[in-house]
């Protein structure tokens, strides 16, 4: 079995979400505590739950109330949750070029693969690349088609997960967000590494950080393939 570790970095100077969320800093900190001596930490300022890698419910888009919370998700749907891989190449070295993923593509990389209900789908187009690149990993993010969104849905996949942080072309919105959230399908975005993985069939772990309250959480993601 190997095991591949698809989860992005969280570290200074990473892409952002822009005035969307604040930016994290990663600060050491030292201090003196009686009894015990010099002490050192890190602080994490700014952190939010949609820091790196994250997975998020529905309730991101329906509001905390009205949709399922990240604390609520069975882990049967978290651990070892068999995993279609589609890779998509994509001319990705010009980062200010915003490509579209199309419905042709997913079906010629999803080809000689059985996609079945509750699988966890994983595009690749290889924008990890641009991890440090905060003035264009989020703008510019390559992004999907409304068709091939529909063709993703039409799926029924448990979870969609990406190495992209925008589902959306943001300068021209499609509108398939509601489809997606009706579809109760979790996202998982972005990964990293997704190189790595040559199975077209594996497994995946998503460990989200157990905070009470929250529609999404960072998280730790491995890929298995046998």
């Known amino acids: 079995m190997k095991m591949i570790d698809v989860t992005g970095e969280i570290r200074n100077g990473m892409w952002t979400f822009g005035s969307l969320f604040p930016k994290v800093r990663i600060e050491e900190r030292s201090g003196v ?49 068999s995993c279609v891989v589609l890779q998509v190449p994509k001319d990705v070295s010009d980062p200010t070029a915003r490509i579209a993923v199309t419905r ?20 690749a187009v ?18 999907f088609t409304c068709d091939a969104m529909k063709w993703i ?24 967000f509601p489809d997606f959230y009706a579809a109760d399908i979790l996202m ?5 590494n997704l190189s790595q993985v040559t199975a077209r069939r594996a497994r995946i772990t998503i460990l989200p950080l157990k905070v009470a309250g929250c529609a999404a959480a960072p998280c730790r993601v491995v890929i298995e393939e046998d």
């Open 153 to 176: 849905i039409d799926h029924r996949p448990s979870i969609l997960a990406t190495d992209t942080p925008a589902w959306e072309n943001l300068s021209d919105p499609g509108g398939f």
């Open 33 to 81: 505590c009686e009894g015990f001596g010099d002490y050192f930490y890190t602080e994490f300022v700014g952190m939010h739950a949609q820091v790196g890698t994250y997975l998020e419910t529905p309730a991101h888009f329906y509001g905390f109330e009205n949709s399922y919370l990240v604390e609520d998700i069975p882990l049967e749907r978290l651990y070892r949750v």
């Open 188 to 192: 998982l975005a972005p990964l990293s």
């Open 126 to 143: 290889g924008w990890d690349r641009h991890w440090m690149d905060d003035d264009h990993f989020f703008p510019n993010s390559p992004y």
């Open 104 to 123: 042709e593509e997913l079906v010629r990389a999803a080809e000689g693969v059985e996609i079945r209900p509750g699988d966890c789908i994983i595009v």
